[in-house]
T-cell receptor
Framework: AQKVTQAQTEISVVEKEDVTLDCVYE???????LFWYKQPPSGELVFLIR??????QNEISGRYSWNFQKSTSSFNFTITASQVVDSAVYFC?????????????FGRGTSLIVHP | GAGVSQSPSNKVTEKGKDVELRCDPI?????LYWYRQSLGQGLEFLIY????????KSGLPSDRFSAERTGGSVSTLTIQRTQQEDSAVYLC?????????????FGEGSRLTVL
C-alpha cells in the first residue's frame, strides 16, 4: 500500500491564485515525521518543512502554509497568491521509526504550473 | 562546495555496460541515501548508509545494483549490465544523522540514459 499519496498529479493555476497541494499518509507508528520538498525545473530538491507527529500546530512561512491533521492523516500545503516562480514539482514525504532508520518515503509528487 | 555533489550529471550508455555514479555528501553528515526518480514515479528509495553500520539495501531493485561508501564519506552506486529500464535520474542525499533529527539535503542528480 502506498504510504504517501499525492492524488493531484498536476495543477495549473493563474498567478495570484491560491492553491492547495494535498498529501495523505499512512502509518502505524505514533512517532513519525512529515516533509515537503520543492523540485524546480533545475532539478535539485529543496527542503521546505519538516513536522513531527506530536506537533499539529499549523505553520505559516510567508506565502506558504501547512495544515497537519492527524485525524485525517493529511499534511496539506497551501501557497497563497501564487507566483510563476512557484512552478515546480512538490513532494510530500513520510519518515517512520520502523527499523530505527527513519528512511523517508516520498509521494509521486504534484506538478504545479503557475501561468502569468 | 557546501552542498551534495554528484557526478556525472549526465551519462549515456549502451545496454549491457556497467556504470558508476558518484556522490560526495555534505561534510560531517553521517547518513547518505540513494533514490531513483523515474518519469512520473516519484522518488524510489534504493539504499541507505548510516555511519559505520551495515547499509540498508532493501530498496535495490536487483543484484545488478550495488553501492559502497568509503571512509564514511563518498559513495558510489554501481549498476552492472545496464538495461533500458534503468534509465532514470539517480539522486543522492545526505543528512546530519537520521531524518528524525533533520532534513535530507539532495544533490542535483545523475541522469542515466541506457540506449
Amino acid at each position: 500500500a502506498q504510504k504517501v499519496t499525492q492524488a493531484q498529479t498536476e495543477i495549473s493555476v493563474v498567478e495570484k491564485e491560491d492553491v492547495t497541494l494535498d498529501c495523505v499518509y499512512e502509518t502505524r507508528d505514533t512517532t513519525y515525521y512529515l516533509f515537503w520538498y520543492k523540485q524546480p525545473p533545475s532539478g535539485e530538491l529543496v527542503f521546505l518543512i519538516r513536522r513531527n507527529s506530536f506537533d499539529e500546530q499549523n505553520e505559516i512561512s510567508g506565502r506558504y502554509s501547512w495544515n497537519f491533521q492527524k485525524s485525517t492523516s493529511s499534511f496539506n500545503f497551501t501557497i497563497t497568491a501564487s507566483q510563476v516562480v512557484d512552478s515546480a514539482v512538490y513532494f510530500c514525504a513520510l519518515s517512520e521509526a520502523s527499523g530505527g532508520s527513519y528512511i523517508p518515503t516520498f509521494g509521486r509528487g504534484t506538478s504545479l504550473i503557475v501561468h502569468p | 562546495g557546501a552542498g551534495v555533489s554528484q557526478s556525472p550529471s549526465n551519462k549515456v550508455t549502451e545496454k549491457g555496460k556497467d556504470v558508476e555514479l558518484r556522490c560526495d555528501p555534505i561534510s560531517g553528515h553521517t547518513a547518505l541515501y540513494w533514490y531513483r526518480q523515474s518519469l512520473g514515479q516519484g522518488l524510489e528509495f534504493l539504499i541507505y548508509f548510516q555511519g559505520n553500520s551495515a547499509p540498508d539495501k532493501s530498496g535495490l531493485p536487483s543484484d545488478r545494483f550495488s553501492a559502497e561508501r568509503t571512509g564514511g564519506s563518498v559513495s558510489t552506486l554501481t549498476i552492472q549490465r545496464t538495461q533500458q529500464e534503468d534509465s532514470a535520474v539517480y539522486l543522492c542525499a545526505s543528512s546530519l544523522w537520521r531524518a528524525d533529527t533533520g532534513e535530507l539535503f539532495f544533490g542535483e542528480g545523475s541522469r542515466l540514459t541506457v540506449l
